[in-house]
C-alpha cells in the first residue's frame, strides 16, 4: 500500500495516553520499526488532544479510551469534533470485538488491544487508517458534489420553468385584454400596468438564471456567428429610444463592426450598459454610444452624465447584487445584476469591460471584443 506521509517525511503521531507505561511502551514500539520514521506528539489529556489538533496538523492519532478526562466511545466524537478528517486509531486495555465495531461506528478506522501491539501491528493499523479515512473522505465530498448538483437542477427549475410559466400566463393574457378586451380607460390603464410588470419580472427571472448558471458552474455557453456591432446597437438604440422618447441618443458608428460573437448575448449585454447610462442619468442630457474598430477587434464606449459611481464603489462594480448609492432612485432599481452578467459575457467571449466615473467627466463604460476567439484577455 502506498502512503504518502510515510515515504517521504516522518509520519506525525498524536499520541493520546494517561498511562505513562503504555504509551512508553508504544513509543519503543515505534521507534524499532524499520520501515517507517515516526514524530510523535504524546499528550496525556482528551482536551490537550484537542487543542493540539485545533493547532497542528496530525497524520492520525492514537487515542486511549480510559482518559482522565474522558471515558470510553464518547472519547471519539469529541476528538473528531475537533479534526472532523484525522484518521483514528483506537487503544483499548481488552479485545473486546463488540467494543471494537462500535468504535469504528463512532468514526475510529481501527482499533488495537494494547499489550498485544507489535511494531508490524502498528505500521499496518496506521496505514490501513489513513486510508481509509482517505476514502471516507472522498466519499463524503462526492456525496456534497451530488447534492450540490441535485440542488442547482432544482433552482434552475424553479427558475426556469415553474416561475416563468405562469408570468407568461400573465402575460399572454394581459396582452390578449389589451388588444380585444373592449376596456374603458382606467381598466386599459391597469392591464397595461400588469403587463410592463410582468416583462419586468421576466427580465429579472432571466438574470437570475443566468447568475445561477455563471455562479453554479456551466458558464456561458456561446453560440458564436458573424455578427454587426452596428447592427447590434442601432437595434438596442431603437428600442431605448421608443421606451424613452423624449432622451436624446447619440449613436456613433465608425468602422466595420463585423466578428465572430454570440449576437443575442452581445445584445444582452449592450442594452444592459445603455439601460444603466439611461437609467442612471437626468432627463435633460443626452447617452452617447460609439463604435470603432481597433486592431484585432472592436471597442465599445457607453456615457452618461449625472451622479458618478462612488470611487469606493467601482472595484466592486461588477460583483453580483451591487446596487444604486442613493435611495431615491430606489424604486427603479432591478437586482444589481446587469453588470455582472454583462462583465460575464465580455469575459466569456475574452473581451474587456472598463469603467471610468468622475463628477467632471461623467460615466463611461467601454468594452473591447476581439472579433474571433481568442485566448482570455482579463491578463492582459
Ligand atoms: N451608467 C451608469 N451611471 C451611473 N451609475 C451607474 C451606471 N451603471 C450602473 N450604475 C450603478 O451601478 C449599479 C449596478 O448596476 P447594475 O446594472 O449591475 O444593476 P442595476 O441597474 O441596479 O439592476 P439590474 O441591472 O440588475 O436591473 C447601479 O445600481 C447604479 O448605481
Ligand atoms: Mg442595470
Known sequence: ????????????????EDNAGDARLLQEELREIATARFDVLHVERLADAVHVLGSASV?????????????????IPRLLSAAPSVPLVVLTGTDDEQLAVQAVHEGAQDYLVKG??????????LRYAIERKRV?????????????????EQFLGVLGHDLRNPLQAISGNAALLLRYGVLAEPQRKAVNRISISA????????????FTRTRLGGGYPLTRARVN?????????????????????ELTLSGKGWG???????????SN?????????????????????EEGGVRMEVHNWGLPIPQERLPHIFDPFVRAQDMRSAQRNGLGLGLYITHEIVRAHGGLLRVTSTPEAGTRFWLCLPRFETPDMSSR
Open 1 to 16: 500500500m502506498s502512503d504518502r506521509s510515510m515515504d517521504g517525511r516522518p509520519m506525525r503521531l498524536l499520541l493520546v
Open 229 to 249: 456591432l452596428h447592427d447590434v446597437l442601432r437595434q438596442v438604440v431603437e428600442e431605448l429610444e421608443v421606451a424613452h422618447p423624449m432622451r436624446r441618443f
Open 273 to 293: 450598459l445603455v439601460g444603466n447610462a439611461v437609467q442612471y442619468s437626468p432627463e435633460d442630457t443626452a447617452v452617447s454610444v460609439s463604435v470603432r474598430d
Open 199 to 210: 416583462d419586468r419580472m421576466a427580465r429579472m427571472i432571466n438574470d437570475l438564471l443566468d
Open 116 to 125: 498485544q501491539v507489535t511494531g508490524a501491528l502498528l505500521v499496518r493499523a
Open 59 to 75: 497524520d492520525a492519532v492514537l487515542l486511549d479510551l480510559s482518559l482522565p478526562d474522558g471515558q470510553g466511545l464518547a472519547n
Open 260 to 270: 465572430e460573437w454570440d449576437a443575442d448575448r452581445i445584445a444582452q449585454a449592450a
Open 136 to 152: 471516507e473522505e472522498g466519499l463524503k465530498r462526492e456525496e456534497a458534489a451530488r447534492q450540490t448538483a441535485v440542488f442547482r
